[in-house]
T-cell receptor, first 115, second 111 residues
Framework: EAQVTQNPRYLITVTGKKLTVTCSQN?????MSWYRQDPGLGLRQIYY???????DKGDVPEGYKVSRKEKRNFPLILESPSPNQTSLYFC??????????????FGPGTRLTVL | AQSVAQPEDQVNVAEGNPLTVKCTYS??????LFWYVQYPNRGLQFLLK??????LVKGSYGFEAEFNKSQTSFHLKKPSALVSDSALYFC?????????FGGGTRLMVKP
């Protein structure tokens, strides 16, 4: 089954404790991205990657890191989480060939609480 | 910079009635517009998109959207609402490899 998976689905942590949220897709998509969803603000893009070893900042990259060492994986790293990073996080993927601006496939989300 | 506005936080409609969820956008150049739906405790699912061509775009689950360049709008519509359409709907614009979302509109369809 074609899908985007995220782990963990729920995470409660404390301020300053480094964490990683993993994202993996099995559709051979070149493009992957991370979003955070906050009430009334919709989804805001954190980082995106056009392909392996190519990453770029989205609208709200502060406090986050990403890496793209393999095509299928795109982990989100919070080196020193703070309470304002409490949010619902979504990973998404898409292909970049063919017609421009293809729709993205979203993972199920990771609910992060930073105390 | 691009932006998307969804002026209604919530839309209430009776089952069987037509529904409209509004979206306006601001982008320099040609917009690439999308609608996504989010059901409770789920990720977003793609509904439809406008890239170019016919202003009326048909998508999944009987939804359609009308692109209006002069009004910079991309309203989502359905002729007859179902209770199962109740969900959170997001409009988005893609420009320069970045997808910008509106704040979302909660659609409540009552039996």
């Amino acid at each position: 089954e074609a899908q985007v998976t995220q782990n963990p689905r729920y995470l409660i942590t404390v301020t300053g404790k480094k964490l990683t949220v993993t994202c993996s897709q099995n559709m051979n998509h070149e493009y992957m991205s991370w979003y955070r969803q906050d009430p009334g603000l919709g989804l805001r893009q954190i980082y995106y990657s056009m392909n392996v070893e190519v990453t770029d900042k989205g609208d709200v990259p502060e406090g986050y890191k990403v890496s793209r060492k393999e095509k299928r994986n795109f982990p989100l790293i919070l080196e020193s989480p703070s309470p304002n990073q409490t949010s619902l996080y979504f990973c998404a993927s898409s292909w970049t060939s063919g017609i421009p601006y293809n729709e993205e496939f979203f993972g199920p989300g990771t609910r992060l609480t930073v105390l | 910079a691009q932006s998307v506005a969804q002026p209604e936080d919530q839309v209430n409609v009776a089952e069987g009635n037509p529904l409209t969820v509004k979206c306006t956008y601001s982008v320099s150049g040609n917009p690439y517009l999308f609608w996504y739906v989010q059901y409770p405790n789920r990720g977003l699912q793609f509904l439809l998109k406008y890239i170019t061509g016919d202003n009326l775009v048909k998508g999944s689950y009987g939804f359609e959207a009308e692109f209006n360049k002069s009004q910079t709008s991309f309203h989502l519509k359905k002729p007859s609402a179902l209770v199962s359409d109740s969900a959170l709907y997001f409009c988005a614009v893609n420009y320069g490899n970045m997808l910008t979302f509106g704040g979302g509109t909660r659609l409540m369809v009552k039996p």
